[in-house]
C-alpha cells in the first residue's frame, strides 16, 4: 500500500538542505542507489519506492542529484493517470512525488482528488492526513514569513526613531547655535547702527564747527576791512 511507503514523510516546500554526500547515512546511501538503479532500468514504482525508504532513512538524500529519478516517474504515473484517472494509487504515487519534488500545492491537488473520489478509503484517509500536514506547514511558513517581516519593520522603525533622535539633536544643537549666531549678528548691527549714528553726529560737528569758522573768518575779514578803512582815512 502506497500509505505504508510514504508514512513519515514530512517535506516542506520552503525549506532547502545542504549537506554533502558522505554525511547521509549508510543505509540511506543503499537505499537511494538501489533507486537509482531501478530508474535506470525503467522500474520507476519501485524506484521511487526505494527513494522514499531512503529519505526516511535521511531526509538529506533530497539534496542529491537523483538522475531524473522524479522527473521520469512523474511523467511515467501522469501517464498511466491518463488511462486511469480515477485510480487512487496512482494519485497517491502523483503526490508523493510532487512533494518529494517540493511541489506542495501540486501534491495537494493529487491528495485532493483522492479525498473525494474516496474520502473514506485508506488511500482517502492518508490523503486526507498529507493534505493537513501540507496546509499546516504552509500556514507555518507563512506565519513565520510574516513574523520575519514584523521583526524587519519593528528594526527598521527602531533605525528610523534613532535617525529621528539624532535629527531633533542636531535641530537643537544647530538651533542653540544659530540663536548665538542671530544674537550676535543683531549686537553687531546694533554696533554699526551706533557707529553710524556717532559718525552723523561727528559729521555734523564738523559742518558745525566749518561753519562757525567760515563764520569767524567773515567776520575777521570785516574787521580788517573796517580797521584798513578808519586807518586810511585817518591817514588822509
Known amino acids: 500500500m502506497i500509505a505504508r511507503k510514504i508514512t513519515g514523510i514530512i517535506v516542506s516546500l520552503l525549506i532547502v538542505y545542504s549537506f554533502q554526500a558522505a554525511e547521509i547515512s549508510k543505509q540511506a546511501q543503499l537505499f537511494f542507489k538501489e533507486a537509482l538503479e531501478f530508474n535506470a532500468s525503467g522500474d520507476y514504482a519501485s524506484a521511487v519506492s526505494k527513494y522514499i525508504e531512503a529519505y526516511n532513512e535521511d531526509g538529506g538524500v533530497s539534496g542529491l542529484s537523483d538522475e531524473g529519478l522524479l522527473e521520469n516517474s512523474l511523467r511515467y504515473f501522469k501517464k498511466i493517470l491518463k488511462e486511469n484517472p480515477q485510480d487512487l494509487e496512482i494519485l497517491m504515487w502523483l503526490g508523493t512525488i510532487e512533494t518529494l519534488r517540493g511541489n506542495t500545492q501540486s501534491a495537494i491537488k493529487y491528495y485532493q482528488k483522492v479525498v473525494n473520489i474516496a474520502p473514506t478509503s485508506p488511500q482517502g484517509l492518508e490523503a486526507d492526513k498529507e493534505i493537513l500536514k501540507m496546509e499546516t ?15 524587519e519593520l519593528q528594526k527598521m522603525n527602531q533605525t528610523q526613531i534613532i535617525r529621528d533622535n539624532i535629527r531633533r539633536e542636531m535641530e537643537q544643537k544647530y538651533a542653540k547655535q544659530l540663536e548665538a549666531q542671530r544674537s550676535e549678528i543683531s549686537e553687531l548691527q546694533e554696533q554699526a547702527s551706533k557707529l553710524k549714528e556717532d559718525i552723523q553726529k561727528a559729521q555734523d560737528e564738523n559742518e558745525k564747527i566749518r561753519k562757525e569758522h567760515e563764520a569767524l573768518k567773515e567776520k575777521n575779514a570785516h574787521h580788517r576791512r573796517m580797521y584798513l578803512f578808519y586807518k586810511y582815512r585817518k591817514g588822509k
Open 137 to 151: 506547514e504552509i500556514r507555518d511558513q507563512q506565519k513565520s514569513k510574516i513574523k520575519k517581516k514584523e521583526q
